[in-house]
């Protein structure tokens, strides 16, 4: 009888012993596993970026910490600059506009389909077109961006964007090529506002802020 009670025993414990078995398999593989999360994390790691030149182009739309920049309604405006390819010469059309209302401030970004910049201008004029013909648009002041491309007539087309009120720039138009300049055409709201302007290269890019007037 004593003896059937030990084999009875043993068979149960038997079951117990294997069971902590695999329990302990089980406890080991999280560890394993984070170790290699952990081995991957570092591997893909970025490396430190390369020391900037300080004569490289700025290729960033950077905003201003504050609606304070200076600005004023004077003439502005830049010289060529040559992005990191160079282009084909007279190459242009194309522009591209995007535009979006900060705190106390308008920007205009007019996107090039160059890697670097022509010579360019921006001042307060009349609202017409490169031959002097007038534009549909809306503003009270109009600000005419001149683009020296040198390109040739065909495939420029006109684009337009506009922005509700409050925006100061009430809207935007390209206007065409004539002689080799490429412009375009901000509508202002309120009169002559202060604004700020300058070029960006790879890709070719000019910035327009305007603030309010006033």
């Known amino acids: 009888m004593r003896q059937r009670r030990r084999i009875a025993a043993l068979l149960v414990a038997g079951p117990l012993l294997l069971s902590a078995g695999c329990s302990g398999g089980d406890d080991e593989e999280p560890s394993a596993s984070s ?4 081995s991957a ?23 201003p910490g504050d609606a304070s920049f200076p600005a004023d309604t004077s003439d502005d405006g830049g010289p060529a600059q040559a992005g990191s390819d160079p282009d084909p010469a007279g190459q242009g059309g194309g522009l591209g506009i995007r535009l979006a209302t900060h705190d106390g401030y308008d920007r205009l970004v007019i996107d090039l389909n160059t890697n670097g910049v022509p010579a360019w201008t921006v001042r307060y004029t009349e609202a017409s077109g ?63 506002a202060p604004f700020r302007a300058f070029a960006l290269t790879d890709p070719g890019r000019i910035v327009i802020d305007v603030k309010p007037a006033g």
């Open 35 to 38: 170790s290699s999360s952990s």
């Open 41 to 63: 994390a570092t591997t893909t790691s970025p490396s430190p970026s390369p020391p900037t030149s300080t004569g490289a182009a700025p290729t960033d739309e950077e905003l």
């Open 130 to 192: 490169p031959g002097g013909g007038p534009v549909d648009i809306d503003g009270d002041a109009f600000l005419r961006l001149s683009l020296q491309t040198g390109a040739q007539p065909g495939g420029q087309g006109s684009s337009r964007a506009t922005l509700g009120p409050p925006g100061t720039i009430a809207g935007v138009v390209t206007t065409g090529l004539f002689e080799g300049v490429e412009e375009v055409l901000i509508g202002v709201r309120g009169g002559e």
